[in-house]
């Protein structure tokens, strides 16, 4: 490549990736805008959010107020608080520890020595019995009696034990550790019973803490947790495994309002706050004032809530934008980003009413914005990719157009200066011999007659040439007509064949004819056939090498019929082989061996073709050319 068109090589690669360096900053700009667009769109929605949530709020507490237990969703627990503060309804016992009674104290610790440190149960368990007669308080009196069903299971009494636990279950208070003797109880039971019992046993307890028949404590979490994971409970999705599950989120309710309250966050007439309970969840609590001196507080069902507000007319605008939402306490917000990092996400204020409280928006099908977000990059990719490769295809067809021109342009100019000479050495012959015969100058009668043939053969070659030109010309423009008729093959190669019979004797070609027997006419044109026929022999006189040998064949092949003219001369190079039927194309080694014009076998193809035929070219094993000229039985 020369520097000059390296030049228009990387000009034209600059032009080509400006406009595309240009499209992909403008797509990837729109993306940006519209996802800015639908953010802002979102912001268009949120102050109607933030009045239904109110609104919703305002309805349950004014529900709630009336009776208990409101027919909206959105209340997951309402909690009766006492005027000072403690709760009614559910019950909770604070934690408390408490001094034993001296002599009970030493009872109790000596049916603790043979349990377990002894190992000797039935020691333990008449020890125990007799602690009890010690016991000053209910308390130590629970705790006794929770020993000895301890035992009594232990040992297998399973009935001793269930007798044991009736007693105990009056007594709803803690023992002097500060743990739950009834709770304990409960559980125990339950594990030492199989199945279906074991279920109805902490059913009965779940229900008791709820009805208020059982208080919560502080280690109730714990022994929710463990009855969630018994195995009889553990395989069940339905009722109790909820019950549990709701008891525990209650208590975690009582325990984080406690703590509100201690830290001397609650305090005026009505107020609604938000806070994370032990285990990280949001809680929203109203705490609603009434007329008795009584107070209700109510904890709210956030996902209840939020499904509420999807319920909205402005809800519904946004799941159909594959939006959804979440209601949180503030605290919670980092969690929420961090879970929804890969989508877009918005958090607000979620009312004027819930300062703590946060409405979290974000995508809900990431799957499904990935997938439009991959199909729009790649739209916008394989349309870039497209004009791309539009505009270096454009440009690959301007340089061939480009590089044909010239080269046609080179060969036209080779054209005519080949046709000059071409036309000047027939007429060099025909004036030198006309004008050796006009002055006499011939020795006999054979000299004459000598010379006169080779002036006929010299100005057959010459109205050949013309001929040929003219026809070319003719072709070109699409002037050329053909004059169809019947017509025998065989006949015609003959009297072609011999026109050419002096020439082919004067050089000393050996000549062989095969023409096949019975062929029927074909439709074609006589004196076109004619012509691509002495164009055919006329190369091979041209082209012939020392070895001077002409085969000509006719016969018949499927619906066609072949006319071949094969030579022993110097062949055409492999790499011209598909061009030699282009106009003026010459093969590289045509030159030496004689003057042309590169017209003659444009011209046969043309007449080839439109006789709905083909000519083609293959080399001779040994040597030589061989064209056939195939035309068809029945041109259609
Ligand atoms: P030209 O006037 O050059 O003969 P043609 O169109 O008849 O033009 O042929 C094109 C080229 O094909 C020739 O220049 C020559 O290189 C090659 N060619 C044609 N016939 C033969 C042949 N019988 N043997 C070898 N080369 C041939």
Redesign the pocket.
């Known amino acids: 490549m020369d520097g000059n068109k390296r030049k228009w090589v990387v000009l034209l690669l600059f032009l080509i990736a400006l406009p595309v360096a240009l499209l992909t900053y403008l797509s990837a700009r729109s993306f940006q805008s519209e996802q800015r667009a639908a953010r802002a769109d979102i912001n268009l929605l949120v102050p109607a959010l933030q009045q239904a949530l109110y609104q919703r709020l305002d309805a349950l507490s004014a529900s709630a107020d009336q009776r208990e237990g409101s027919a909206l969703r959105g209340i997951g627990y309402t909690i009766r608080l006492d005027g000072d503060g403690s709760f009614l309804h559910p019950r909770y016992l604070p934690m408390a520890l408490s001094e034993r009674d001296p002599d009970f104290a030493a009872a109790q610790r000596r049916g603790e020595i043979a349990e377990f440190i002894d190992g000797d149960l039935a020691v333990a368990a008449s020890l125990y019995e007799a602690a009890q007669t010690q016991a000053r308080h209910p308390r130590e009196a629970l705790e006794n009696f929770n020993a000895q069903a301890r035992v009594a299971l232990a040992r297998g009494h399973l009935e001793q034990a269930r007798a044991l636990h009736e007693r105990i279950k009056p007594g709803t208070a803690l023992d002097p550790d500060g743990s739950e003797p009834l709770s304990l109880s409960y559980l125990r039971l339950a594990h030492y019973s199989r199945g279906e019992e074991a279920v109805v046993l902490l059913e009965e307890w779940v229900d008791g803490l709820f009805s208020g028949a059982y208080p919560f404590s502080a280690g109730t979490p714990y022994l929710l947790d463990q009855a969630l994971s018994f195995t009889g409970v553990r395989g069940r999705s339905g009722a109790l495994r909820q019950k549990l599950d709701r008891a525990k989120r209650l208590l975690y309710a009582l325990e984080t309002y406690i703590e509100l309250q201690r830290a001397g966050l609650i305090s005026g007439a009505v107020q609604t706050f938000s806070a994370l309970d032990p285990e990280g969840n949001s809680l929203l609590m109203c705490l609603l004032p009434q007329s008795d001196a009584h107070a209700l507080l109510l904890v709210y069902d956030l996902p209840a809530l939020a499904e509420h507000l999807l319920q909205t007319p402005t809800g519904q605008q946004l799941a159909q934008r594959g939006l959804t939402l979440e209601l949180f306490d503030s605290d919670h917000t980092a969690r929420f980003a961090l879970r929804h990092r890969d989508v877009a996400h918005q958090v607000v204020p979620a009312s004027a009413a819930t300062y703590r409280l946060r409405l979290g928006i974000y995508v809900r099908d990431q799957a499904l914005v990935l997938q439009s977000y991959r199909r729009r990059n790649f739209m916008f990719t394989t349309g870039i990719l497209l004009l791309a490769a539009a505009i270096a295809g454009g440009a690959y067809l301007i340089f061939r157009d480009a590089s044909r021109e010239v080269l046609t342009a080179r060969l036209r100019s080779e054209f005519v200066a ?1 046709v000059s000479h ?1 036309l000047r050495t027939p007429l060099t012959s025909i004036r030198m011999y006309a004008e050796t015969l006009l002055l006499g100058r011939h020795r006999d009668a054979e000299q004459l007659r000598d010379y006169l043939q080779t002036i006929v053969q010299e100005s057959q070659r010459l109205s050949r040439m013309v001929d040929n030109m003219l026809d070319f010309s003719r072709m070109e423009s699409g002037r050329k007509t053909y004059d169809f008729a019947p017509l025998n093959l065989g006949a015609i190669t003959q009297r072609a064949l011999e026109e050419f019979a002096p020439l082919l004797r004067e050089h000393g070609f050996a000549v062989e004819l095969d023409i096949a027997d019975g062929l029927p006419p074909v439709r074609a044109d006589a004196d076109s056939l004619h012509a691509a026929l002495a ?2 022999l ?3 006189v ?3 090498g020392p070895q001077r040998y002409i085969r000509v064949r006719l016969w018949r092949q499927d619906h066609y019929q072949c006319i071949e ?1 094969a ?1 022993r ?4 190079p492999a790499e ?1 082989r598909e061009h ?2 282009d106009k003026f ?6 030159g030496g ?12 193809q043309g007449i080839a073709h439109a006789h709905a035929g083909t000519v083609s ?1 293959r080399p001779r094993s040994g040597g ?2 061989a ?1 056939v000229l195939k035309i068809p039985q029945q041109p259609t």
Not at 593 to 604: D, E, R
């Open positions: 080949n071409e164009n055919l006329s190369n091979a041209k082209y012939s003219i030579d001369g110097i062949g055409v011209d030699i039927f194309h010459r093969a590289a080694n045509s061996s004689a003057v042309g014009t590169g017209l003659g076998l444009a011209l046969v070219y030589g050319s064209f």
